[in-house]
């Protein structure tokens, strides 16, 4: 199994077993937080011009049980961020996680705390603070192109907040997606903490690790879809803050996500047409056999192809790099019409398109990280320059496909991004 494949399965199994197995909803006690200081960190500054407001909101499926918890309706939580009046100040901006998800993030076992290798207990999460002022009004001036971004398998929604957060700086409104369960936790409004069940899932004896890898993606898809849908019923809804749901131009979706998020954006265009352009940011389009190391099982995008627009951002991890390397990539490149390019970012890791690149540094000066895990997380690119990089490239592909405007940096190979190896 591939890097992306292990942070499913080892990564989460050796969560299982530092923790005991995680699932059942309810209230998280905090752990003890000690007397050592805890490292603090910052997002990085959004670059465009508007500022941006944010609001969450939870979804309950009506017509679907949750295929993780028998008995019960499917619940999500999603987050809006959105071009708002002025800039957040003080108290106001929205915190990164909020308590209860931040507690549980940084605690010993999580598959978050795993996952990324931080120091248990050692991190502030709660009080890293966005840029985003909390369920502030919508800026008026017409409906906005839409993305929807979906984290990695085991990743909270939050996990690409200083992407998401420029994307709505340049104008875009950007839904999150919290796939609960699968989530290293997902809280929810009344006070419940909805956790993972993949480590409990994957320590089962006999596994089968490619079906149980096809059911996250299937369910990841599904609850996409779900979110579509929710979409258009927004203006009846009345949570949303004011002018939201009539900024929202839902002829012009697109789909950005990170490892199986990006997995899951490019199955969801294919699946569902108002998906009308995709990013995967480094997640496999092919899974294991049952014994989650040998043979390869092709997506059914990957199979079929895309019509539609996609972009393909890999790393420099064993298993990533060039499309020609990975089988559901290169599938998908041979079996696809529609325009498509593929960039590798030269001294990434895995986590290089997430905010693992930006907040991950600081918390190694604080030593809440050790270098060793730092340079397995992000390798040794200039975290500014990877995160310059990828928000330049994703709104670039964002601008061609949902507003029609070509700044050209999709073209080719980059002089403004020379460690971009570029491949049409």
Same mark, same amino acid.
């Given at each position: 199994m591939s890097r992306r494949g292990r942070a499913v399965a080892a990564v989460l199994?050796?969560?299982?077993?530092?923790?005991?197995?995680?699932?059942?909803? %309810? #209230?998280?006690?905090?752990?003890?937080?000690?007397? $050592?200081?805890? !490292?603090? !960190?910052?997002?990085? =500054?959004?670059?465009?011009?508007?500022? @941006? %407001?944010?609001?969450?909101? =939870?979804?309950?499926?009506?017509?679907?049980?949750?295929?993780?918890?028998?008995? /019960?309706?499917?619940?999500?939580?999603? *987050?809006?961020?959105?071009?708002?009046?002025?800039?957040?100040?003080? +108290? $106001?901006? #929205?915190?990164?996680?909020?308590?209860?998800?931040?507690?549980?993030?940084?605690?010993?076992?999580?598959?978050?705390?795993?996952?990324?290798?931080? &120091?248990?207990?050692?991190t502030d999460w709660a009080g890293i603070r966005t840029h985003a002022r909390a369920d502030a009004p919508v800026l008026p001036g017409g409906k906005r192109p839409v993305v929807l971004y979906s984290a990695g398998f085991g990743d909270p929604r939050t996990w690409g907040t200083g992407l998401v957060e420029d994307l709505a700086s340049r104008g875009y409104v950007v839904v999150t997606?919290?796939?609960?369960?699968?989530?290293?936790?997902? #809280?929810?409004?009344?006070?419940?903490? !909805?956790?993972?069940?993949?480590?409990?899932?994957? #320590? /089962?004896?006999?596994?089968?690790a490619g079906a149980l890898l096809r059911k996250i993606l299937q369910t990841r898809v599904d609850d996409t879809r779900f979110v579509l849908d929710r979409l258009g019923e927004l203006c009846h809804d009345q949570q949303v803050p004011s002018g939201l749901a009539a900024s929202l131009d839902l002829d012009r979706i697109g789909m950005v996500g990170h490892s199986g998020g990006g997995s899951t954006a490019l199955q969801a265009m294919h699946d569902d047409p108002r998906l009308k352009a995709g990013i995967d940011l480094d997640g496999q389009l092919h899974f294991p056999g049952p014994d989650g190391h040998t043979g390869v099982f092709l997506t059914s995008v990957a199979q079929d192809g895309l019509t539609k627009p996609f972009l393909l951002m890999g790393t420099q991890d064993g298993d990533s790099g060039s499309y020609h390397r990975q089988p559901g990539w290169d599938a998908l490149w041979q079996h696809s019409t529609g325009w498509h390019a593929d960039v590798t970012l030269t001294g990434s890791r895995h986590g290089s398109y997430t905010d693992a690149q930006s907040l991950l540094? =600081?918390?190694?000066?604080?030593?809440?990280? *050790?270098? &060793?895990?730092?340079?397995? +997380?992000? %390798?040794?690119?200039?975290? +500014?320059?990877?995160?310059?990089?990828?928000?330049?490239? @994703?709104? *670039?592909?964002?601008?061609?496909?949902?507003?029609?405007?070509? +700044?050209?940096?999709?073209? %080719?190979?980059?002089p403004r991004f020379p460690e971009m190896v570029y491949e049409r």
């Amino acid at each position: 199994m591939s890097r992306r494949g292990r942070a499913v399965a080892a990564v989460l199994l050796a969560a299982t077993v530092s923790s005991g197995a995680v699932g059942a909803p %309810g #209230a998280v006690a905090a752990p003890g937080r000690g007397t $050592e200081r805890q !490292a603090r !960190a910052w997002l990085p =500054q959004p670059t465009g011009p508007y500022p @941006v %407001g944010t609001t969450s909101l =939870q979804l309950t499926d009506d017509h679907r049980d949750d295929p993780w918890q028998a008995g /019960q309706h499917r619940k999500l939580m999603i *987050s809006f961020w959105y071009p708002t009046t002025r800039p957040a100040g003080g +108290d $106001e901006r #929205a915190p990164y996680m909020v308590p209860a998800a931040a507690d549980h993030f940084g605690s010993t076992g999580s598959a978050g705390q795993t996952a990324h290798g931080f &120091e248990p207990g050692r991190t502030d999460w709660a009080g890293i603070r966005t840029h985003a002022r909390a369920d502030a009004p919508v800026l008026p001036g017409g409906k906005r192109p839409v993305v929807l971004y979906s984290a990695g398998f085991g990743d909270p929604r939050t996990w690409g907040t200083g992407l998401v957060e420029d994307l709505a700086s340049r104008g875009y409104v950007v839904v999150t997606v919290d796939h609960t369960y699968d989530a290293s936790e997902v #809280a929810f409004p009344h006070g419940d903490l !909805a956790t993972s069940v993949l480590p409990a899932l994957f #320590a /089962q004896p006999g596994v089968d690790a490619g079906a149980l890898l096809r059911k996250i993606l299937q369910t990841r898809v599904d609850d996409t879809r779900f979110v579509l849908d929710r979409l258009g019923e927004l203006c009846h809804d009345q949570q949303v803050p004011s002018g939201l749901a009539a900024s929202l131009d839902l002829d012009r979706i697109g789909m950005v996500g990170h490892s199986g998020g990006g997995s899951t954006a490019l199955q969801a265009m294919h699946d569902d047409p108002r998906l009308k352009a995709g990013i995967d940011l480094d997640g496999q389009l092919h899974f294991p056999g049952p014994d989650g190391h040998t043979g390869v099982f092709l997506t059914s995008v990957a199979q079929d192809g895309l019509t539609k627009p996609f972009l393909l951002m890999g790393t420099q991890d064993g298993d990533s790099g060039s499309y020609h390397r990975q089988p559901g990539w290169d599938a998908l490149w041979q079996h696809s019409t529609g325009w498509h390019a593929d960039v590798t970012l030269t001294g990434s890791r895995h986590g290089s398109y997430t905010d693992a690149q930006s907040l991950l540094p =600081q918390l190694a000066r604080q030593g809440a990280i *050790s270098a &060793e895990q730092l340079a397995d +997380d992000i %390798g040794d690119v200039r975290p +500014d320059r990877a995160v310059s990089a990828t928000r330049s490239y @994703v709104a *670039s592909f964002l601008d061609r496909w949902l507003r029609g405007h070509d +700044d050209h940096l999709l073209d %080719g190979p980059s002089p403004r991004f020379p460690e971009m190896v570029y491949e049409r």
